[in-house]
């Protein structure tokens, strides 16, 4: 399971045929120094944090116990990063609301249960990052997290419901959803309100359908729906005019229509590991090719399946 999800990360966080499809990654060592005004310090422990509270600063905190600290973090009003690792933090507390510089906050490993909605008053915040959590649901109040360009869960297993409420309407300065190994089982409504979005990747969710509302997002470029359970998608995805990347790996499709490669932006296609048949598959391929543009299928498989089958009744004749 580990070594799956390290692979989604490495397809979600690397450029696809040149196209950059996050801006921030926390993956990267070096993004303190990509982020936050120049020469603020970067602190790996709490208590030397605590001495320069009256200066902006940044926090690399891995393995140190927070769990008490954490519902302090306002006396670091300055806090403007802030990268949290393995510190048994179960909340994400009320007093983060008093940071107005905090722009980037990230939990990796921590169990936590639940946020306070007063994390909407976190004015600044751009980039979120959730690792690893117990959260069954994210609150209402997001919505008004008014510069939130980037959402990010990862979670290692797929063993718990996370809840979006059709009451959470919308953020309005999203770019970016990445949602992995949660189950939402259903599309996140908020979505189709959040007019600035341009990459939505919700991997092995569980989600068993697409809204066709989804063609309103005029701005949206990538898809990523691999490991759901879509058995349809919806036809009004053929006429959204931006979107250049589509993975629609291992779900239940049994046909797809010729007329997606005739979207005017798509550029990549991934439909392997479903159930359509090899003669559209096959296609799709000349179309695709006809077009410049790439697709990742299963044709060469069952191309190859059909004629050891054939072989094998020759031999029997």
Not at 129 to 152: F, G, I, V
Not at 237 to 258: A, D, Q, S
């Amino acid at each position: 399971m580990m070594y799956r999800l390290i692979l989604i990360l490495f397809i979600i966080l690397q450029p696809v045929c040149g196209y950059v499809q996050v801006d921030f990654n926390s993956q990267d060592p070096n993004f303190f120094k990509y982020y936050g005004a120049a020469n603020v310090p970067v602190f790996t422990s709490w208590k030397d944090a605590l001495k320069a509270k009256d200066n902006a600063i940044k926090l690399n905190i891995r393995g140190e116990n927070l769990s008490k600290q954490i519902s302090k973090i306002d006396k670091l009003y300055n806090l403007q990063i802030a990268y949290l690792e393995s510190n048994n933090i179960t909340m994400l507390p009320s007093q983060l609301g008093a940071l107005n510089t905090l722009f980037i906050l990230v939990s990796k490993n921590n169990p936590i249960r639940y946020i306070s909605p007063k994390i909407a008053d976190c004015s600044s915040l751009m980039y979120l990052e959730l690792w690893n959590t117990k959260l069954d649901s994210l609150p209402n109040e997001m919505q008004y997290l008014r510069n939130l360009e980037l959402l990010r869960i990862l979670e290692n297993t797929s063993t718990d419901t996370l809840h979006i409420s059709d009451s959470l309407k919308r953020m309005p300065a999203l770019r970016t959803l990445q949602i992995v190994n949660a189950d939402l089982y259903k599309f996140p409504e908020f979505i189709l309100r959040s007019k600035k979005i341009e990459n939505i990747y919700l991997v092995n969710c569980k989600i068993d359908s697409l809204p066709a509302e989804i063609f309103y997002l005029d701005k949206l470029k990538e898809i990523n729906l691999e490991g759901n359970r879509l058995e349809t998608i919806p036809k009004e995805i053929l006429k959204m005019p931006n979107l250049h990347f589509l993975n629609l790996r291992n779900n239940k499709l049994t046909t797809i229509t010729e007329f997606i490669a005739y979207m005017p932006s798509l550029q990549i296609l991934d439909i392997r590991g479903n159930m359509i048949p090899l003669p559209e598959l096959d296609i799709l391929r000349i179309l695709f090719k006809r077009k410049s543009k790439i697709l990742y299928s299963d044709y060469e498989k069952l191309l190859l399946e059909k004629m050891e089958e054939e072989k094998k009744l020759q031999e029997k004749k």
